[in-house]
Every structure is written in structure tokens, then in C-alpha cells.
């Protein structure tokens, strides 16, 4: 005689609650690798400015001692008075500072109003002209300095801040910047509605193009300001007045040609360093609100 053992149907989990709980547990797996990519990059980019505010609170013979420090010293007071001494800082870093507000708002406020035009409005010879813009990417910077020099040198601008001043205050990268930001934001039916009411170029561009546009003039005018900030080689050639230094060029005289002070070095390129980073985050503000209020409309 056999026994037959009815053990009933077998119990098995939810297909659908398990598959749900490995796409969670990847998901999360995922945000954790990007996570710990994101701040391994952070501190590879961070690491060059830390190790360069460490070197400026140490002496010279700290910084080629072994093992290297890699803590904050204290003699960062000490190479902040050193530089003081042996250059004009404050004189240097006013001269800077107004070149480089002049050209940042020359130039956001000039490419503006030519990528306004490209963008939005239709003229003869339009595209040829625009072709012939974007063709001077092509031509490196540095072929530019003799004809530079001697055009300001027949202008008797040599010496004078000016020479740094126009030179820069308009740029083919910023007129193609903005003219894709125009392109993108600015709808046209907007702009014909304004012309219905009576406004004019001028009164359209400043008051429908620049809030617009606002995000890529406020990256604009970081760009400019940054790289205004750090130019070295064209303040070298045409400021032959000591009393018109800009920073990069005050700097540069603290090297020596026998005996150098790199913790004082070092101080003062954190001091050249301060001011861009307050001028970033103040406007990143307006660039990060642009690219917000966008995805926002998306």
C-alpha cells in the first residue's frame, strides 16, 4: 500500500516586489560608483589650490624639505608682508581690477548686441560675415601681438591702460556664445510682438535679449573677467610704466633670478586667486538661475 503526502502548492515570492527590489538595490549601487567619482574628481581639481595654500604659510626651505608638508604653517603673515614690501599690491591689484570690470562689461554688453543681431535679425551679407568671424578662430592669439603692439603704438596708446582696455572689448567667442543662447531662448513671436508695440532694436535687445540671455552673458562675463584677470604676456609688452602694473606682471618681478622666495611667491598668488573666486560666486548666481528657469520651462 503506498502513502500519498499532500504537501499543497509551494510559496513563492512576488515576481513583480522582487524585480522591483533589484532595480532599487542597482539604482542605488549606480548613485554610490557616481557619487564617490564625483568627489574623487572634486579632490583631484581641489588638491592643486590646497597644495598651493600650504605652500604659501611655509618658508622656502619647508617647501623643499623632505617629507613635503602637506599641513597649513604659519608663516603665511610673514610672506603676505614680504610680498607687500617688495611690490605695489594694492596698486596692482586696483589696476587689475578695473581692466578687468571694463572688458568683462565691454564685452558682454558689444557681443551682446552683435549676437542679438546674428540670431534674431536677418541684413545683407549676414552669413558671410558671420563665416568670416568664426574663420579668426583659426588664427592663434599669438600671431596677433606684433600688429597689436604696432597699431597701439601709431595710436600712442603704449603705456596707458587702454591698450588693454579696446583691444578686448569684443570677441568672436562671446558673439557665437550668445548668438546659440539667443537662438535657443529667445522666441521670435516675442520679439515681433514688441516691434507691434513700437519698441526699436535697442529697446528689444535690452529689455527682451538681455534677460534672455541673461545666463550665457553672466558665463561671459565671468570668462572674461577670469581670463582679463590673468593675462600676463600683453601687460608684459605695452605697459612700460611701472606705476600701471596689473597683478600678473607685479608678481612676475618677485622671481629672482638667483635666489627666489617661493612661500612668498605662493602668497601672492593666493591673494591673486581671492578676488576671482568671490567674483565667480557672485556671478554664478545669475548663470545657475538661467540654466534653473530653463529646465524649469522644459
Not at 42 to 67: E, K, N
Not at 83 to 105: G, K, M, Q, W, Y
Not at 161 to 178: K, T, V, Y
Not at 263 to 269: E, L, P, R, T
Amino acid at each position: 500500500m503506498t502513502a500519498t503526502l499532500d504537501v499543497g502548492p509551494a510559496k513563492l515570492g512576488d515576481p513583480t516586489k522582487d524585480v522591483n527590489v533589484a532595480a532599487r538595490r542597482k539604482t542605488r549601487v549606480s548613485q554610490i560608483v557616481t557619487h564617490a567619482c564625483i568627489i574623487i574628481g572634486v579632490i583631484f581639481s581641489l588638491f592643486p589650490f590646497y597644495w598651493l595654500l600650504v605652500m604659501s604659510t611655509h618658508t622656502t626651505a619647508d617647501i623643499f624639505g623632505y617629507p613635503p608638508k602637506l599641513w597649513v604653517g604659519s608663516n603665511f603673515g610673514e610672506n603676505v608682508r614680504n610680498v607687500i614690501a617688495n611690490v605695489d599690491l594694492f596698486r596692482a591689484l586696483l589696476n587689475t581690477f578695473l581692466v578687468s570690470a571694463t572688458v568683462a562689461i565691454l564685452v558682454m554688453l558689444f557681443d551682446s548686441l552683435a549676437a542679438y543681431s546674428f540670431a534674431k535679425y536677418d541684413f545683407p551679407g549676414k552669413n558671410v560675415l558671420f563665416t568670416i568671424l568664426m574663420a579668426t578662430f583659426l588664427v592663434p592669439g599669438s600671431l596677433s601681438l606684433v600688429p597689436s603692439f604696432v597699431l597701439m603704438s601709431k595710436l600712442g596708446w603704449i603705456g596707458g591702460f587702454q591698450s588693454l582696455i579696446i583691444p578686448g572689448a569684443a570677441n568672436a567667442f562671446g558673439i557665437f556664445l550668445l548668438r546659440q543662447f539667443a537662438q535657443s531662448s529667445i522666441p521670435g513671436e516675442l520679439i515681433e510682438s514688441a516691434r507691434v508695440d513700437g519698441a526699436g532694436f535697442f529697446r528689444t535687445w535690452w529689455s527682451i535679449g538681455i534677460p534672455m540671455m541673461r545666463g550665457g552673458v553672466a558665463f561671459l562675463g565671468i570668462f572674461t573677467f577670469i581670463g582679463s584677470w590673468n593675462d600676463y604676456v600683453w601687460p608684459l609688452i605695452v605697459l612700460v610704466d611701472p606705476g600701471n602694473q596689473t597683478l600678473q606682471t607685479a608678481l612676475a618681478t618677485l622671481n629672482s633670478i638667483y635666489k627666489t622666495d617661493y612661500g612668498m611667491v605662493m602668497a601672492g598668488a593666493v591673494i591673486s586667486v581671492v578676488p576671482l573666486i568671490g567674483i565667480f560666486i557672485i556671478g554664478s548666481r545669475h548663470f545657475i538661475a538661467n540654466i534653473a528657469a530653463g529646465a524649469l520651462k522644459g
